[in-house]
């Protein structure tokens, strides 16, 4: 078993939409959860940065963090054709392996116009 | 301010021949990473240079691979010989330092070993 799940994809929705995705992990030493955006050819870029468990609000989008259920999520409220892209989750501790990052395996996002 | 760059961006090869991978990372930045991301999944580290010394090496394949940072900037990945298997992206990220901060990711390499 991976220690971060996350399901692939692909998803695709309407413009407008709200978008959900999610991510599941084992390991409960992780305290910063993260999310990357890697667009076509390109390389991951942080869209949202989380510590420990709540919720944080950026523009269109919203990660939340359970700790409980080791459970996150990200909500992209008002989705754009240039939202289109995969979605990549990552997570580490705070102590050990000097924070090397975790990912999931990505959810590849498309918005249709 | 210069993101993290890297070349070759893209890189053709015969299975057998050994092939070589450049990073510069962004200015300052302490912590160089090298990962390799197959077709479909997460980025998953290789290793972890702090400075110019090696502190997380233990994914890396080391009958095949290697890595340098020589004055604790820039930095090879090599491939030597190549297998089919090692058909991926190969991405290179910085940091100031490792525990806290973020990330910052180059926009890999992308090898295809035939």
Redesign the interface.
Known sequence: QKEVEQDPGPLSVPEGAIVSLNCTYSNSAFQYFMWYRQYSRKGPELLMYTYSSGNKEDGRFTAQVDKSSKYISLFIRDSQPSDSATYLCAMRGIYNQGGKLIFGQGTELSVKP | EAG?VQSPRYKIIEKKQPVAFWCNPISGHNTLYWYRQNL??????LI?Y?NEEA??DSQLPKDRFSAERLKGVDSTLKIQPAELGDSAVY?C?S?FR???????????T?LTVL
């Open positions: 993290v479909g999944q997460g980025p998953e580290l972890r702090e502190v997380d991405l990220a940091s490792a525990r806290t901060d973020t990330q910052y990711f180059g926009p890999g992308r």
